[in-house]
């Protein structure tokens, strides 16, 4: 079973910035990040493919960029200029690149306030 190491998050000031990590346990297709804000439903805002393509969800446009290394099978996400909108859960999600079972980490929390 794959497992994701995951680290960043917190509580952070609107316009700050923060970093989210997540190493997955094996090579993965796909790497990203779904949020899930109180109250409403998870939503996918970054996932970066192997071969390089990447979507954003217009909300996080310009603000978010994804890196990953494939050698390494991790992902990281730069959020800038955050905003309280942005407050929520953080799962970082991944497709095995085996098996295509699609995987989740255990979410960790951002809190944008002042």
């Known amino acids: 079973q794959v497992q994701f190491v995951e680290s960043g998050g917190g509580l952070v000031q609107p316009g700050r910035s923060l970093r989210l990590s997540c190493t997955a346990s094996?090579?993965?297709?796909?790497m990203g990040w779904y949020r899930q804000a109180p109250g409403k439903e998870r939503e996918l805002i970054v996932r970066k493919f192997r071969g390089g393509s990447t979507f954003y969800k217009d909300a996080v446009k310009g603000r978010f960029t994804i890196s990953t290394d494939n050698a390494k099978n991790t992902a990281s996400l730069q959020m800038d200029n955050l905003k309280p909108e942005d407050t929520a859960v953080y799962y970082c999600n991944g497709q095995d690149l085996k098996t295509e079972n699609e995987c989740w980490g255990k979410g960790t929390q951002v809190t944008v306030s002042s």
């Open positions: 094996t090579s993965m297709y796909f």
